[in-house]
């Protein structure tokens, strides 16, 4: 079993940043690829960025490239998520998912990854 704990949502002002965090714990944290995914109201889950299990490789969705940035701290056994130049379209709940199976790219459907965090708000006011 793997747990994960996001944290570092909230609100920030359109053009403004934050960094999300996710500590794992349990099973072997740098055997897994990790992603970030958000999920706005009335919308479905949606990948936003991942990283390889080796930190080698990242994937972006090309609504956040160049403003997000994804890395690991296998010491830590945590993933960060730097956003910058946020958005209000940003404002979703934001998940940290692991998987074994994968690579940066998350490449499943996200209700068959392995295993998710509960989850952090962002909002972004306009």
């Known amino acids: 079993q793997v747990q994960l704990v996001e944290s570092g949502g909230g609100l920030v002002q359109a053009g403004g940043s934050l960094r999300l965090s996710c500590a794992a714990s349990?099973?072997?944290?740098?055997?897994?690829?990790m992603g970030w995914f958000r999920q706005a109201p009335g919308k479905e889950r949606e990948f936003v960025a991942g990283i390889s299990w080796i930190g080698g490789t990242t994937a972006y969705a090309d609504s956040v490239k160049g403003r997000f940035a994804i890395s690991r701290d296998n010491a830590k056994n945590t993933v960060y998520l730097q956003m910058n130049s946020l958005k209000p379209e940003d404002t979703a709940v934001y998940y940290c998912?692991?998987?074994?199976?994968?690579?940066?790219?998350?490449?499943?459907?996200?209700?068959?990854?392995?295993?998710w965090g509960q989850g952090t708000q962002v909002t972004v006011s306009s």
């Open positions: 349990g099973r072997t944290f740098s055997r897994f690829a």
């Open positions: 998912s692991a998987d074994s199976s994968v690579g940066a790219t998350m490449s499943k459907p996200w209700y068959g990854l392995d295993y």
